[in-house]
């Protein structure tokens, strides 16, 4: 009864094992496989990332520099920042192209030039508070996140926000806070910024951002009718005293309003 027990548990064990051997043989198969092809889809990340970051410097060097940044750290975010990860993957190969972007819902990611020129005119140092209205790709506020670690951007389209708040977290840019809303409020609980960066075309200064603006604050933002002459205006706060440059002719996306 015992022998038979043990020899039917020896079947079974034997009967267990070769199989489980085979298991083994086709687990260490599989497991050098993926190693290659691991092996060969970092060698292909390593190229590409190899071809991006030249495109990159390029963009620094011929659309920013040449046009006139000078600020270092501005200069040294935008070399940084990895733009064709903040595109479509469709239009990655364009990504570093001297133009604004589709990203989706009407919107765009804008020129590399002008986010360097209205990155460069806030002036941010590393213990600024940064409020930044106009997510979309979240590739404007990566480029803050390299100057500060206070950024804070407000996004209006739900799945824009959704998909920009995952691409910030999956490029390391963690710092950065995120909200879906209407930004013409502003974001009252983190103000007052230092310096407040309006990527869409509002027809007037929304007052709550004048308001969330530190004494001695500088904002930057497009104005003028959607789709008609706009201007980039310089907006700085002294002595809770409002002043307003025009710097340049621009052409932004609209401001939108909740309902
Ligand atoms: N800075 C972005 C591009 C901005 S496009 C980038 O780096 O990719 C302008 C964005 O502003 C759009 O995504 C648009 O949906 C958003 N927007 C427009 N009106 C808004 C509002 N009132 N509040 C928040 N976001 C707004």
């Known amino acids: ?3 038979r027990k043990r020899g039917r548990g020896q079947d079974d ?32 990340r390593a190229d590409d990332s190899d071809k991006f ?4 410097f ?15 750290e501005t200069l040294r975010a935008m ?32 020129q590399p030039y002008i986010v360097a020129y209205m990155t460069e005119i806030l002036q941010i140092k590393p213990q600024h508070r940064v409020l930044e209205i106009g997510t979309g790709s979240g590739y404007q506020a990566a480029v803050l996140a390299e100057l500060t670690d206070r950024v804070y951007t407000m996004e209006i389209i739900p ?14 840019y963690t710092s950065v806070n995120i909200r879906q809303g209407d930004g ?19 027809e007037f200064i929304p007052p709550p951002l004048l308001k969330q603006l530190k004494e001695g604050g500088r904002m930057i933002i497009p104005v003028g009718s959607p789709f008609y002459v ?29 309902q």
Request: proline letters at 5%.
């Open 1 to 3: 009864m015992a022998a």
């Open 13 to 44: 064990n034997s009967g267990w094992f070769f199989p489980c051997g085979l298991w083994a043989g086709a687990l260490l198969l599989a497991l050098v496989l993926c190693v290659a092809l691991a092996g060969n889809l970092s060698a292909a």
């Open 53 to 56: 970051l030249k495109k990159r």
């Open 58 to 72: 390029q963009m620094v060097d011929n659309q920013i520099k040449d046009r006139g940044i000078v600020d270092l």
């Open 79 to 110: 070399a940084s920042v990895p733009r064709h990860l903040f595109v479509p993957d469709y239009l990655r190969r364009q990504a570093y192209v001297d133009g604004p972007l589709p990203i989706g819902h009407g919107q765009t990611i804008s």
């Open 159 to 172: 799945e824009l926000a959704e998909a920009a708040g995952k691409r910030l977290k999956e490029t390391g």
């Open 184 to 202: 013409y409020h502003g974001w009252s609980e983190a103000a007052p910024f230092d310096a407040i960066m309006v990527t869409a075309a509002a």
């Open 230 to 258: 706009q201007h980039l205006m310089l907006v700085e706060k002294h002595q809770g005293k409002i002043t307003t440059r025009s710097m340049m002719p621009v052409r932004f996306v609209p401001f939108r309003r909740s």
